[in-house]
């Protein structure tokens, strides 16, 4: 098992799977649609996972579905930053997921513990807006740009290339004097993959994130399981608790979903299976 994570305020231990609960403050978040634009009711659906479990909180102020156009950064901080600091004292860890430097600091600067960045700390500037402040920080696979990245995506070995991708991020963020201890992997579900590409990684986990750090799967409502089911993605609930079991049993240490309490519920009755119940 990794040492716990370096979060910001927290440390979090990884005895079980964690669950981080999604907060959308987006208006054209795919799954979410207008819900949760408005800072205070994002801020109420957070309160709600806590709730229900989450561990921690992912916020983010911009849209990466497949086709989606950027966000400036003062558009993304004016959507985050109310909401962040409305979250502060929820008791579990904020993280924001973001690719801009700019956004990073000021996240941090108002409290956030974790940087999560679908672009891999590959902007410039974005390993220094985080390298000495004491956050965690999931480095995420991407093949391409969220505009254009479901275009066709070819790899040779589709396992290889995101572990060759992710070791050489996490070599960047430990040359920049990054502790290892603040450092999470993701395959990137969904960023530059085809169904079969995903289905290979989650398949194939502990070859595609290795062992040296903790990992992170984003698998809930995404097309992936749309694919399996056949379904839109309002009801995928049922398949992506599933894909979040199947990361849990190769070893996953967060899960990323939009349905917390489902997701919980899930892990503990396959924890209850696999190492009984306290009486
Ligand atoms: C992911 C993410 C993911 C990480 C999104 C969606 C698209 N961050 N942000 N991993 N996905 N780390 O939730 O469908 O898979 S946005």
């Known amino acids: 098992m990794p040492d716990p994570i370096q979060c910001g305020r927290f440390r979090l231990s990884l005895e079980r799977p964690l669950v981080m609960g999604i907060v959308n403050v987006t208006p054209d978040s795919f799954s ?3 819900e949760h634009f408005r800072a205070d009711e ?18 983010g102020g911009e849209s990466t579905r497949p086709g989606a156009q950027a966000v400036p950064a003062d ?15 929820c008791g579990v860890p904020l993280s924001v997921d973001t690719c801009k430097p700019d956004v990073m600091r000021a996240a941090l600067a108002a ?11 590959s902007a410039p500037g974005a390993i220094e807006a985080v ?10 696979h991407m093949r391409g740009e969220p505009r254009t990245m479901q275009d066709a ?28 201890t603040r450092i999470v992997l993701d395959p990137g579900f969904g960023f530059g993959k085809t169904a079969a590409h995903n289905y290979t990684l989650l398949q194939q986990l502990p070859q595609a994130v290795g062992q040296e750090y903790p990992s992170l799967l984003g ?15 309002s009801r995928r609930l049922g398949g992506s608790v599933a894909a979040a079991l199947a990361g849990a049993v190769r070893g996953a240490h967060i ?20 190492q009984g119940v306290r009486a």
């Not at 994002?42 to 709600?48: E, K, T």
């Not at 558009?75 to 004292?89: G, H």
């Not at 349905?259 to 299976?273: C, M, N």
Request: hydrophobic share 50%.
């Open 32 to 34: 979410d649609g207008n």
């Open 42 to 59: 994002a801020v109420a659906h957070a309160r709600l996972l806590v709730e229900e479990g989450a561990d921690l909180l992912d916020i």
């Open 75 to 89: 558009e993304e901080l004016r959507r985050i930053l109310p909401v962040i600091e409305a979250l502060r004292d």
């Open 111 to 121: 409290g956030a513990d974790m940087i999560n960045d679908i672009g891999g700390f």
């Open 131 to 140: 390298a000495d402040s004491g956050c965690a920080l999931c480095l995420m």
């Open 153 to 180: 995506p070819v790899y040779q070995d589709v396992v290889a290339e995101v572990r060759d991708y992710l070791d050489r991020g996490a070599q960047r963020l430990r040359q920049a004097g990054i502790a290892a």
């Open 219 to 233: 698998l809930s409502r995404k097309s992936m399981i749309g694919a399996v089911t056949g379904r839109p993605a």
């Open 255 to 274: 899960l990323r979903v939009h349905d917390v309490a489902d997701t919980v519920d899930a892990l503990r009755v396959w924890s209850a299976v696999e």
